[in-house]
């Protein structure tokens, strides 16, 4: 399955051990220098106490999501019946801002119309995670999701729908937490009509318990 060009980091990145400290090669992970310039920049000091194990923590955690590995996205299995509709809610998934590189927090749906086999129901999260860990704006994000898993399931019929709050708003400019929904429809849900209609139901049904 051919991905996008903002798939998770290229085969050729450089692996570091998980202290966060070297590669294999002894060479130090240049985040760690990051993080000490970061730390300086805003009047830290690296080395001071409780700083001095920052700069490895820093570099591990972003090693960590970066290259987060979501395993096997594709086992199917064979479908008995037709015309069903299938829904997977509450996926919840951290992601990046590529424009602060401050986290969001998105609870995902995901809806299709399998053929003549169903996908696995962790593979929903599995896919809806191997997107969210990287750098996104959440109206790519679900773009993302349903493009895999139409690709997956070779159906048309796909829908996706992410309710997130973004830091980049709570915390900094107004420091106004809200909820921001991201929706794609393809197949059988890009019409306004009876499948659309019960998912978006369904959908707020949701929301509105929570």
């Not at 570091?16 to 990051?34: I, K, N, Q, S, V």
Request: glycine letters at 8%.
């Amino acid at each position: 399955m051919t991905m996008k060009h903002h798939d998770n980091v290229p085969s050729a990145a450089p692996l570091y051990h998980t202290a966060g400290r070297t590669d294999r090669a002894g060479t130090a992970d240049p985040l760690e220098e990051l993080c000490r310039q970061l730390l300086l920049e805003i009047g830290e000091d690296p080395d001071r106490e409780g700083l001095q194990e920052t700069p490895a923590r820093f570099a591990r955690w972003w090693r960590e999501f970066t290259q987060y590995d979501a395993g096997k996205v594709d086992s199917l299995f064979e479908l008995k019946t037709h015309g069903q509709v299938v829904v997977v809610s509450d996926i919840e998934v951290w992601s990046l801002c590529e424009h602060h590189l401050l986290p969001f927090s998105s609870s995902v749906t995901i809806a299709y119309r399998p053929g003549n086999a169903v996908l696995g129901l962790s593979k929903f999260a599995r896919i809806a995670q191997r997107h969210a860990h990287r750098l996104q704006v959440q109206e790519r994000l679900v773009g993302d999701i349903a493009e895999e898993i139409s690709a997956v399931t070779a159906s048309p019929d796909v829908a996706v729908i992410a309710h997130g709050e973004h830091l980049c708003m709570s915390m900094r400019g107004i420091r106004t937490p809200a909820t921001m929904t991201s929706s794609v429809f393809h197949g059988i849900f890009e019409e306004y009509g009876p499948p659309r209609e019960e998912l978006v139901a369904m959908v707020l049904r949701g929301s509105a318990g929570r």
